[in-house]
């Protein structure tokens, strides 16, 4: 069964480091998202990615962050100058059409030290 | 800004029993509507999904959702210990999908 890739499934960086995230979605997956879990916390909307650009944003989704998809099968999260408070878990999902059903990743864990 | 509301338990039931969990919206122009369960320590597994008013039913689990009153629901029948998770409501509107803080299940055998 087709299912969204994440890696690493764990990540330790320094304050101030920046980090990439990555994600395959399924293959014939059109939109893309990233959500954020801080532990014990809600899954939280960082931002959706549809034909190559930027669908929708929270407010969460500063200039600290950017998402890329780099080549056909790839989606990235990246995470300029990491604070404390960026550790989290962090998910990539993808749904095929608008609107519909989004099937996540394993996520990766992110811990900022 | 786009409220999503459940109660976040705990849900304690019997195994055997009927499991009703809740969850209400606050943007009226959401078009899709999820139920995912989380396990500790993974990620969001989609249940149902439900895009028109009324009830829909796979298995055990019923999905129920008024547009009306902004009001979603999952009923989980003959709940099983494995039922015992966190559900999560989700609402989706114009690629952007806000999920509820979650409603965590216990079934007791």
């Known amino acids: 069964e087709p299912e969204v890739t994440q890696t690493p499934s764990h990540q330790v960086t320094q304050m101030g480091q920046e980090v990439i995230l990555r994600c395959v979605p399924i293959s014939n997956h059109l939109y893309f998202y990233w959500y954020r879990q801080i532990l014990g916390q809600k899954v939280e909307f960082l931002v959706s990615?549809?034909?190559?650009?930027?669908?929708?944003k929270s407010e969460i989704f500063d200039d600290q962050f950017s998402v890329e998809r780099p080549d056909g099968s790839n989606f990235t999260l990246k995470i300029r100058s990491t604070k404390l408070e960026d550790s989290a878990m962090y998910f990539c999902a993808s749904s095929e059409r608008y609107n519909t059903e989004a099937f996540f990743g394993q996520g990766t864990r992110l811990t900022v030290v | 800004q786009k409220e999503v509301e459940q109660n976040s338990g705990p849900l304690s039931v019997p195994e055997g029993a009927i499991a009703s969990l809740n969850c209400t919206y606050s943007?009226?122009?959401?078009?899709?509507f999820f139920w995912y369960r989380q396990y500790s320590g993974k990620s969001p597994e989609l249940i149902m999904s439900i895009y028109s008013n009324g009830d829909k039913e796979d298995g055990r689990f019923t999905a129920q959702l008024n547009k009306a009153s902004q009001y979603v629901s999952l009923l989980i029948r003959d709940s099983q210990p494995s039922d015992s998770a966190t559900y999560l409501c989700?609402?989706?509107?114009?690629?952007?999908?806000?999920f509820g803080a979650g409603t965590r299940l216990t079934v007791k055998p």
């Open positions: 943007d009226r122009g959401s078009q899709s």
């Open positions: 990615f549809y034909n190559n650009e930027i669908s929708e």
């Open positions: 989700a609402v989706y509107n114009n690629n952007d999908m806000r």
